[in-house]
């Protein structure tokens, strides 16, 4: 007989590291609700619904918007296999960890990848991006949008119309900005985003929601070899998504179910209102860690509300610091990735989670784990100053 | 301000198409478990759990058994991309609809693909693929154990063996026979096998297990070139599933509670006896369709139990006959696929789905369907068929 482990009764945890954050209770709640199949006419429905709520979210007319039935990454993965051929000229501009990835993933298309890079915790200056295209010539330029590992806010407002000058098709990771902070796909001339499920959208890991422009879907159309994917080949997946609802593979239909619940959320709230949200739990968070001493390790003029990676006091232990907020006080934050290992730890204030409690409780228990750890920490101060950003009339 | 849609109710359904089939109730529930973060102590411990329940479900013991963050197909393409290299050799075995998707994604990884085939609801004798190894000296094999478009059955308990003589890796499609009949991976040595969570595992679709043997992982680990895909990449998957925990992608945490509820409802009954109950209904459903006068598409010697797929009766209208089921009585059924659109009907009865009362309900609402259509049926033959059999002593 196999040894059958117990019942699931996993600690209550506060979600506050760079994802997964805590979904919605309402998304879990629908997660509940008995399967239709992926073909049957309800289940149709929901997915045309649930593909106009991410149109909304993403402030785009693109009839290619759906979510690729995988996680985040392979979002990433997705953009950069339908539009890169062997041969074709990439550009990726790395500025962390997940910069870093794109160039891996780009460069398995076979294609020629050409790589920019600024130091962790900077952004990209729009006039070296300029010059790098007049001399690549890119089929595509892929750039990060919400820098997770750094907290790095990337300006792309104008990338867009820069990118289309050149005919190079842009494509963007909105996996940490989706839902936190502004993403105008139409407005800004973004031709392939994606993003997750687990961050600002409040639902579980699973999905990658991505958005095609027209211009990019010239691209795949036109391609003249098979994409290297067969399961995230928009030549087939939009026989699924795209309009005949023929099957390609199964629709996980509960996690369509927690999406299209996470995007009624969402937009119930008002995407204005959300980000203003962010913003603001935002700089209560960074009145009260940098009021204890802790500085941050993106640019000051370029840090995402949603994300706060700040350096790790000298002489202070990363993992044993982690390990008490965890078993003390249900608190998860995040570690440093790559270059940040052991350096950063990254506080994530996103979707659901982006609240004054979030926020209060985290400081508090930030205050006692360090002095705890041998800190110089008066009790208090952090949340004392973050209080006083609330206390302000918005 | 954009619509928003109303709050999710679909309409009650009893899925006994070709998967999903419906979730088991406590797999639904355990869904509702606020989320763990990926890298959490304990939600590592709830894949080691997992993982072990994987390859018990298997009668592995293979460490490289985890599963992968996407559905069925994605295991598919996980096992092909993995272990085929451009200009490797490749074998494929279609016997029908699954078959050759197995052909395409085998073609992607730029392999020589040779394909042996025979029609679809046929399955294929060993010494026929034994002159072809013998020819051809393939890397890899592949084959469909259980063919969800004709519901055929294909032996393989003695093909690892076969394979391995000729140094050949066996790539098996499980998709649809895991948790329904028996596949002993490591006494049948087979090399990499996929499945599903949403038929035999009785969990919504989303994540699709896999195992692969040792023999399997020297040649992941000796590959000369990268993987063409980074999402599927098992020599970067296993540095989180497979033992250091590492960071690669956000695992998909709800659906794991999902898939580890469902092995557990797996394991409390035990292996023979969900295989005993899979086939017991099974009998009971086909001599109902039978006394209906509705006749098998596969080969009588190899019929799944599990998938029940029969000829759609002349001058009966496919379509409005599914609807009629789905609408009157909540009833999905499947339709044909490829060569079998408009000729069969799927009638799966899997997991949870297997039991007396899907049995019934279907032969009873298939009577009024078909006699609704104009089919000569008197009313009640099929569910006394059905009720004959289970009035038999087991």
Redesign the interface.
Known sequence: M????GQ?T????L?L?P??S??HPRV???????????L????LE?MN?TQ??IR?VYQTKNKMTFPI??????GM?TCL?NLLEPGDKAVICAKGYFGN?MI??A??TGAEVTTLTVPWGQVFDLNVIRETLQKVRPRVLGIVHAETSTGAHQPIEELGKLCHEFNTLLVVDAVTSVGCTPVEVDAWELDAVFT?S?KGLGC???LSPITFSERAMDVVRNRKI???????DLSLISTYWGGDRA?H???????V??L??GL?VV??EGLETRFARHVRNHHALKAGLEAIGLTYTADPAHQLPQLNAVRIPAGIDDVACRKKL?NDFGI?IGGG?GDFKGVAWRIGLMGYNSKPSSVLLVLAAMEQVLKSAGAAIEPGRGVAAAEGVYAQKV
């Open positions: 196999p040894t059958i482990p699931l996993p600690s209550p945890r979600l590291g994802g997964p805590d979904a879990l709640t629908a997660m509940t609700t008995p399967l239709l199949g992926h049957d006419p309800q289940f929901l619904e106009e709520m909304t039935s995988a996680t985040g990454t392979a993965e296999v990835r891996d993933i460069g398995r997750c687990q579980p890991p699973g098979k994409c290297r994917s067969w399961y995230f099957y593979h199964t629709g996980p239909i509960s996690m179910y927690a299209r619940e009624r937009l119930e965890l998860e990735l």
